[in-house]
């Protein structure tokens, strides 16, 4: 009878010391496990070796709960690089993008594909398509000058920087500059990687300019008034036929002649 009493007793201290701590950690593990939540912590109620094994177990947690943390806060400064890079592009309207060649594969941020007007989901997972639907957005005669380029600078390495007329794929009309140069590794071009810039608004500016400086040229050239250009110490630079003739020389050239040798 005494024996069956110590057998109890030590079955109640064996239960309180080690099979419920053990049972309780057992349960947290399983919280976490169900929650993914690495921020819980199992409550340590002794000193002993169960004791230890708590403390164990809260520092593996509080590792990976750091490490989470870490990663976490890591994946968020991609994200927001990420945007902002989006957010550049889209506002420079310069689109990047990289053909990786051993494994054939071509890669296109957003504002590339906005630029050429597709829609992502509209092309095929064949890298070839891309190169294909992009040279037919080139004009004939500027197809095979973009595929030789990029030929050469796939077999040579030489970089390039051109400029084109465009039209995409939705029809809109368009002057874009594409450049690339080609990523070596033991003399052998493993990548090219480039942008596509929609250049139509700095070719606009370039025509208005012009525009402007051929007027000016031509009002110079057939006013009915003297005009001249000159340095602050009276030399003419350039004058115009009109204020030659009152002046009574046979050419602005003539005049400008003149003054120089006073």
Known sequence: FIAMILVYVLSVMMQKTISGPITRLAEAARDVSQKWDFSIRAKKTSDDEVGLLYDSFNAMLEQIHLRNMEREKAEKALQQSEALLKSTQ?????????????NQKMYWTDETYRIHGFNPENIGTDSADYIKRSLE?????????ISKHFDRCLKKGDPYDLEFPFTSADGKRKWIRTTAQAVEENDQVIKITGNIMDITELKKAERTIRRSEQKYR????QGVMGIFQSTLDGKFISVNRMLAKMLGFNSPSELIDATEDI
């Open 218 to 221: 031509d009002i110079f050239a």
């Open 137 to 145: 957005c080139y004009d004939k005669k500027d197809q095979k000058v």
């Open 90 to 102: 889209r506002l420079s309207k310069v689109g990047g993008w990289e053909w990786d060649v051993k």
